[in-house]
Nanobody, 122 residues
């Protein structure tokens, strides 16, 4: 089971750190992906931390967002800096054991957290 947390309201230029906590299993066994869905838009891939340590961040947030894993806390974090109003969305974390090449595809993920809302004001 996955639980995403850390969302909230922040001004443009601010930072937030989202956490994806796993219960009932180790995050080290899975690739954990972050997706987001803005109002009126389709859900899109943001980044992923692979079970082997690979990481991937979508180009649109590269340089502002970073993804990391905390084995002791069994969480994967999405550090978001220099936030923009366009980053406003519900952010979801998900888990998969599929091959790394499919990491950007939401259909590759088996388990999903409930989502955490991020609102960036201008």
């Amino acid at each position: 089971q996955l639980q995403a947390s850390g969302g909230g309201l922040v001004q443009a230029g601010g930072s937030l750190t989202l956490s994806c906590a796993a219960t009932g299993g180790s995050v080290r066994r899975y690739t954990i992906g972050w997706f987001r869905q803005a109002p009126g838009k389709e859900r899109e891939f943001v980044g992923a931390f692979g079970w082997s340590g690979n990481t991937k961040i979508v180009d649109s947030v590269k340089g502002r967002f970073a993804i990391s894993r905390d084995n002791a806390k069994n969480t994967v974090k999405l550090q978001m800096n220099s936030l923009k109003p366009d980053d406003t969305a519900v952010y979801y974390c998900a888990a998969t054991t599929m091959v790394w090449g499919q990491v950007t595809q939401e259909t590759a993920y088996y388990y999903w957290g409930q989502g955490t809302k991020v609102t960036v004001s201008s």
